[in-house]
């Protein structure tokens, strides 16, 4: 099994700028993809950022300019570091990651339990 687990969450100031890890652990042979999505009360779950495994990433036009995702694939942690919170910013943001495990064949996609990012003065 591969689980992913995130940290960092909170509450933060508008302005603030926190870091969000996932670590992703289990049986792992090498992870592509890996994801930061958010879904805010009452809305659907978007796509915040995401990277490949070389390091290519892409944004949401919301975030471009003031999040950064970047990984570390020795410890298969996806880090999202944000600036500029707003209070729009407020969400439960999820890690996701496309592994491919060294026990079953295939590329499964994993989510993480969430944390919860609150933007308030």
């Known amino acids: 099994q591969v689980q992913l687990v995130e940290s960092g969450g909170g509450l933060v100031q508008p302005g603030g700028s926190p870091r969000l890890s996932c670590r992703a652990s289990?049986?792992?042979?090498?992870?592509?993809?890996m994801r930061w999505y958010r879904q805010a009360p009452g809305k659907q779950r978007e796509l915040v950022a995401e990277?490949?495994?070389?390091?290519?990433?892409n944004y949401a036009d919301s975030v471009a300019g003031r999040f950064t995702i970047s990984r570390d694939n020795a410890k298969n942690t996806v880090y999202l570091s944000m600036n500029s919170l707003k209070p729009e910013d407020t969400a439960v943001y999820y890690c996701?990651?496309?592994?491919?495990?060294?026990?079953?064949?295939?590329?499964?996609?994993?989510w993480g339990q969430g944390t919860q990012v609150t933007v308030s003065s």
């Open positions: 990277i490949d495994s070389g390091g290519n990433t």
């Open positions: 289990g049986s792992i042979f090498t992870i592509f993809f």
């Open positions: 996701n990651a496309d592994v491919l495990r060294n026990d079953v064949a295939g590329v499964v996609n994993y």
